[in-house]
C-alpha cells in the first residue's frame, strides 16, 4: 500500500515557475515507477510525465516538453515536477500516481495508487 500527498500548488503567472511535490508512504517507493497526470475542468484526465523507479528515464507529454522536470528523491520518498514557463493551459488538478509494472507509463489505468491532487492555476 502506498499513500501520495502532493503539495507545491497554487496560483502563477505566465511565465512564472511553481515546483510540485508528492511525498509516498511506505517502504517500497523506490520499487515503484511514478507519474504525474493532470485535469482541467470538463475535461479528460491526462498524462504530463513519468520517472522510472531509479530515476534513469523519464517520460513527457509533448504539451509539457522543454518546460517541465519531473526527478525523484527515493531517500525522502518524494517526487517532483518542476513546472517553468508556465502557460494559462496548464491549469487544472495535478495528481501524482504510483505503479508498480505496465507497459506504458502513459495510461492512468496502469497506476495503482494516486494522490488527492493539488490545484495548479496559471493566469495570463
Known amino acids: 500500500q502506498v499513500q501520495l500527498v502532493e503539495s507545491g500548488g497554487g496560483l502563477a503567472q505566465a511565465g512564472g515557475s511553481l515546483r510540485l511535490s508528492c511525498a509516498a508512504s511506505?517502504?517500497?517507493?523506490?520499487?515503484?515507477?511514478m507519474g504525474w497526470f493532470r485535469q482541467a475542468p470538463g475535461k479528460e484526465r491526462e498524462f504530463v510525465a513519468a520517472i522510472t523507479w531509479n530515476g534513469a528515464y523519464t517520460y513527457y507529454a509533448d504539451s509539457v516538453k522543454g518546460r517541465f522536470t519531473i526527478s525523484r528523491d527515493n531517500a525522502k520518498n518524494s517526487v517532483f515536477l518542476q513546472m517553468n514557463n508556465l502557460k494559462p493551459e496548464d491549469t487544472a488538478v495535478y495528481y501524482c500516481?504510483?505503479?508498480?509494472?505496465?507497459?506504458?507509463?502513459?495510461?492512468?489505468?496502469?497506476?495503482?495508487?494516486w494522490g488527492q491532487g493539488t490545484q495548479v492555476t496559471v493566469s495570463s
Open positions: 500516481a504510483a505503479r508498480r509494472s505496465g507497459d506504458s507509463y502513459y495510461l492512468g489505468q496502469q497506476y495503482d495508487y
Open positions: 511506505g517502504r517500497t517507493f523506490s520499487s515503484y515507477s
